[in-house]
Nanobody, 126 residues
Framework: EVQLVESGGGSVEAGGSLRLSCTASGLIFEATDVAWYRQVPGSECELVSQRSNVDGETNYADSVKGRFFISQDNAKKTVYLQMNNLSPADTAVYYC???????????????????WGQGTQVTVSS
C-alpha cells in the first residue's frame, strides 16, 4: 500500500517561513516524479512545484518562484517544500503528490499524479 504522510503545516505571520515534509512508503520513491499542490476552498488545485525523477528538474508556479523550494531526500523517502517570505495569499491546504504513471488519483482532479497525501493546512496572517 502506498502512503504519503505530510507534516510541517501550521500558522505563521507574513514574512515567516515553514517547511513541509512528505514521507512516502510503498513505492520506489527515487523513480517517481513528485509535486506539491495547494487548494483554497472553492477553488481548483494549484500546482506549486514539481520535481522530475529523471533529471531532478524543478518548476514552480509564478506566484512562488524565488520563495519556495522543493527538494528530495531519497534515503529518507521524503520530499520537502521550503516556503519563505510567506504571505496571506499562500494560505491553503497543501498536498504532496507522487507518481505520474500509477495510482488512483486524489483530491486534485486537475492533476495526473496518482498518489496523494492527506493535506496539511498552512495559514499565513497579515
Amino acid at each position: 500500500e502506498v502512503q504519503l504522510v505530510e507534516s510541517g503545516g501550521g500558522s505563521v505571520e507574513a514574512g515567516g517561513s515553514l517547511r513541509l515534509s512528505c514521507t512516502a512508503s510503498g513505492l520506489i520513491f527515487e523513480a517517481t516524479d513528485v509535486a506539491w499542490y495547494r487548494q483554497v476552498p472553492g477553488s481548483e488545485c494549484e500546482l506549486v512545484s514539481q520535481r522530475s525523477n529523471v533529471d531532478g528538474e524543478t518548476n514552480y508556479a509564478d506566484s512562488v518562484k524565488g520563495r519556495f523550494f522543493i527538494s528530495q531526500d531519497n534515503a529518507k523517502k521524503t520530499v520537502y517544500l521550503q516556503m519563505n517570505n510567506l504571505s496571506p495569499a499562500d494560505t491553503a491546504v497543501y498536498y504532496c503528490a507522487a507518481d505520474l504513471l500509477n495510482g488512483p488519483g486524489g483530491v486534485c482532479r486537475n492533476s495526473l499524479f496518482g498518489y496523494w497525501g492527506q493535506g496539511t493546512q498552512v495559514t499565513v496572517s497579515s
